[in-house]
């Protein structure tokens, strides 16, 4: 058997001995350096800001910041360059920063970790990271909604039925069915704001638990990062680890609720049993040994997908829970669920968000299976509307369907107009819904213009921070 050669010894910005036992630090670095590497960009944006800080504190001159703001900012070209990376000599994105900085520009490196600790570090890396990503994800869910509301427009009047307990039981529609999914992601959607609150807290500042005996400006980084205010107390940022994951994982478990559940229908309703929808040969898989097999495995991974999001919400919440307060480094093993679920939850938006416009619809397939039981209920609301009592004209109803009575159907204009109550197939109101969506688009403008403005004046990409 071929022993394991150990990596080499990693810089640490903490180490009490001077031959820390290698196993050891291999043990305890696990995979932080791949994770880390999702963090990387953000270490040196929370540096800049940190750095725009200690200027406002006074604990940084004026000539000392101007060389740690440039040496950063080359930091952060050197990342985005691939050059400055999470390498085997560093313990994780902090250690890689710092290490950068400070053998190129010595004593202005030396100064970087002033009044921080690599607790509210990652805090802050991590909040900067969701901050992007739940942008992003909000975009993409706005774009999946408007694809369900465009299909729904399309298909407005295609008549199918619908099912309670997978067995039919009303006349439905195709419309109402993808806006239904519509509401649903914008229901979602409409949620972030305040979830977005917490996320938009800078915890610099809170170091290890417990603040610093110095005159910190917490504000000053705050703002100069583009957050709209501070973790107040400086303890509740350690107790708020894993919270705040869960937290953002549970909304990603709610997108993937709903698009697990279309997926799910459409996997049904595209199957040659029912044949209403379509899937195009393109979005299709086929089989090695059935030649005339057409599978909709984008939907089905969407479905396992969503499932596995709500496996990384578990993972959060089993590390984070049963701990005391203050840090532990059992919060080192979040980030692996936490982006992980928010990768499965991107990738799942983006996938709908192609696929949906490229379903079809079989009318006739539809229509056709809008027949005898399915047409109960309007029997029986038929009769309700001549003077019978609800009650009797249901046990009519059901009397004659066991003595095999088949009810003409409805023409389709009959039954879409018979549902003009609000948000029945025959009254959708399709631009009320849309127009949720264009208010869930300009909210997400409007933050991401607060929050990369922000990042582009610290990268010196924009005007310069004002403190």
Known sequence: MTKRRPSPTPRTLWSPSDDPDRLMLDYTVGEDRLWDMRLLPWDVYGSLGHAEGLRASGLL????????RAALRRALREVEDGVLVVDLV?????SAVEDWITQRHGVAGERLHTGRSRNDQVACDIRLYLKQQLLDLHELGADVADA??????????VVWPGYTHSRRAMPSSVGLWAAAHAEGLLDTLESLP???????????????GYGVPLPLDREASARALGFAAVEHNVAAVQLGRGKLEAAVLAWCGELGHDLARFSADVILFSAAEYGYLVLPDRLATGSSIMPHKRNPDLFELTRARAASVHGDHASVVLIA????GGYHRDFQLLKEPL???????REMLSMLAVSIPSLAVDAAACGAALAGDALA???VMRR????VPFRRAYREVAAELKDGAQFPAPGRRELLARRRSTGGIGNLGLPAVRARVRARRSWGRAERRRFEGALRRLAGRGPEPKL
């Open 61 to 68: 001159s004026n000539s000392a910041h101007a060389r740690l």
């Open 90 to 94: 560093h313990e994780d994105a902090h």
């Open 148 to 157: 369900l509301l465009a299909f729904a427009g399309s298909n407005r009047t």
């Open 194 to 208: 305040a979830l977005w609150a917490r996320v938009d807290r800078s915890p610099l500042g809170s170091a290890a």
């Open 321 to 324: 829970s049963r701990l005391t």
């Open 339 to 345: 982006f992980r679920g928010v990768q499965r939850t």
């Open 377 to 379: 209920t309007d029997e």
């Open 384 to 387: 309700v509307e001549g003077g």
